[in-house]
């Protein structure tokens, strides 16, 4: 897999030297699959509820992993136009998980991603 680069700043794969709230996380392009992967392990600075991760971030994460997949597969960026999540379970904090993110379907401008969280060990 390919460790893709740090967008400046950013909140969820920028380095702290830049934000210092940034998540730092690093995402990785698996070429095989065609999808981006990025591991996270979210300690309790990340919870809303105690030990629960906020699904913000939760939202943030699978944005950064679809955003990703499409600069890989185009080339160019693109915004987000819209956004849902559907939040199966409560995600633990001190707990190993990676988010996916690919391209699903594209239709001239528009775009379709799809983003999963899994436990880290499958």
Request: aromatic residues 10%; charged residues 25%; hydrophobic residues 35%.
């Amino acid at each position: 897999m390919e460790q893709l680069p740090r967008s400046k700043g950013c909140f969820v794969c920028g380095n702290s030297d830049e934000n210092p709230r940034s998540l730092g996380l690093t995402i990785f392009w698996n070429d095989e699959e065609q999808k981006t992967e990025i591991p996270i392990f979210p300690n309790s600075t990340w919870c809303g509820y105690e030990g629960v991760v906020h699904g913000g971030i939760i939202a943030s994460v699978f944005d950064d992993a679809m955003a990703w997949a499409i600069r890989r597969e185009s080339g160019s960026w693109a915004v987000t136009g819209e956004l849902s999540v559907r939040y199966l379970r409560p995600v633990l904090a001190d707990t190993r998980y990676v988010v996916e993110g690919r391209v699903e379907k594209r239709s001239g401008r528009r775009i379709s991603t799809v983003a999963v969280m899994k436990s880290y060990d499958g």
